[in-house]
């Protein structure tokens, strides 16, 4: 039977029950700010918060453990832009009628769409897939065990460790997802199970004075002494220039708020 080396084992430090409260309670407080964030800034986050956050997730227990799971990470802007396409490529015939009226009514209340612009926007993309052959060593074929569980355990170690790096997360799971194979080069025995979309959270106040400005720019352009056959189209056309830029130079906000990390 082929045996393998074990890690020896690293006690706990020894404390008291107050303090094993206290330190449940105070990851529970940051934990429990954690959201799904739609309004991810396109600023730089180091690399090496995700490969932190990847060792993380690779510390969770697994069937037999065999740890069937692989994380790929994008970061470059042209990959970003392809799997942005093909992903609302796939978000597009989901919402045309793949999806039951049950489930687009659960997800009405979201405001979700086909348009997925953070996957373009966030700094960085983390492809999960589940292996469903691996083993204890690089190179192995054999059976492995629990994927789903294994993998969905590792997911919540990895969201975890980024946001208490301060880092806004989104799980996305187009349907189906077998273009991520190709794209990321991974074998057709493993399954893509979510992107985990991260980056700086945007500035709330930002999109809000932003959407402020513009609609006031919009009513003041009512004012403009030009006849009215004239002033409509002008109108609209200073609008457009004005949103173009706003959207376009400033995308997650109008004022983004600096953030280190």
């Keep these: 039977m082929t045996t393998y080396k074990t890690l020896p084992w690293q006690p706990y430090p020894a404390l008291a029950d107050d303090e094993r409260i206290a330190r449940a309670q105070a990851f529970y407080e940051r934990i429990r700010s954690r959201r799904t964030c739609r309004q991810i800034s396109s600023q730089p986050v180091p690399r090496k918060v ?11 227990p697994s069937g037999a453990n065999h740890q069937p799971w692989h994380f790929a990470v994008i970061g470059t802007a042209e990959m970003k832009r392809q799997v942005r396409l ?15 009226a049950e489930w687009i009514a659960a997800l009405e209340p979201l405001g979700t769409d086909a348009d997925k612009p953070y996957l373009e926007h966030a700094p960085w993309l983390i492809v999960i897939f589940g292996q469903r052959r691996g083993g204890l060593y690089p190179g192995e074929k054999r059976q492995n065990y629990y994927v789903t569980e294994s993998v ?6 990895l969201l975890a460790t980024l946001h208490e790096a301060g880092i806004a997360t989104l799980t996305h799971t187009p349907n189906p997802m077998r273009f991520l194979n190709s794209m990321c080069a991974r074998p057709g025995d493993e399954k893509p199970v979510m992107i985990v979309v991260a980056g700086g959270p945007g500035s709330v106040p930002g999109v809000i004075t932003s959407t402020v400005l513009l609609v006031s720019l919009k009513e003041a352009l009512r004012f403009v002494p030009l006849d009215a056959s ?18 376009w130079v400033r995308r997650d906000t109008l004022f983004p708020k600096q953030r280190s990390v």
């Design 86 to 100: 093909a992903a609302e490529e796939e978000e597009r015939a989901f919402y045309a009628g793949k999806a039951s």
């Design 152 to 157: 969905g355990i590792a997911t919540g170690l």
């Design 230 to 247: 004239i002033l409509g189209p002008v109108r609209l056309l200073l609008f457009g220039v004005i949103l173009f830029i706003a959207v």
């Design 50 to 60: 995700i490969e932190a956050a990847i060792l993380a997730a690779g510390t969770a």
